[in-house]
Nanobody, 132 residues
Framework: QVQLVESGGGSVQAGGSLRLSCTGSGYTYGSYCMGWFRQAPGKEREGVATLDSDGTTNYADSVIGRFTISQDNAKNTLYLQMNSLKPEDTAMYYC??????????????????????????WGQGTQVTVSS
């Protein structure tokens, strides 16, 4: 059974940094599309970043240059390094995994690059709060 457990959330001031971790079990990292999503109160869940099994990364326009997704296969752990945090980054952050590549989860429209949330496995979330 696939399980994902996030950690590393917390409260920081604007401009600060946090690193989220997502430890997985029940499957082998490197053979799935991995993603980070977030959901703020009253808003829809949105994709933040994805990491494909070949190492390809993609980011939502709002976090480019500030967030970095990475993984340590030996530790079965996915990371999201978040720098230069803004109050609008406040949300519950979730990691997700899905068999196959990330290509099918990427949507590009007039408003930019987005990710669909049709991932098979989800963690329980970790809260990130950024104060101004």
């Amino acid at each position: 059974q696939v399980q994902l457990v996030e950690s590393g959330g917390g409260s920081v001031q604007a401009g600060g940094s946090l690193r989220l971790s997502c430890t997985g079990s029940g499957y082998t990292y490197g053979s799935y599309c991995m993603g980070w999503f977030r959901q703020a109160p009253g808003k829809e869940r949105e994709g933040v970043a994805t990491l494909d099994s070949d190492g390809t990364t993609n980011y939502a326009d709002s976090v480019i240059g500030r967030f970095t997704i990475s993984q340590d296969n030996a530790k079965n752990t996915l990371y999201l390094q978040m720098n230069s945090l803004k109050p609008e980054d406040t949300a519950m952050y979730y990691c997700a995994a899905d068999r196959g590549t990330c290509v099918g989860h990427i949507v590009v429209d007039l408003s930019g690059l987005k990710f669909d949330s049709d991932f098979q496995y989800w963690g329980q979330g970790t809260q990130v709060t950024v104060s101004s």
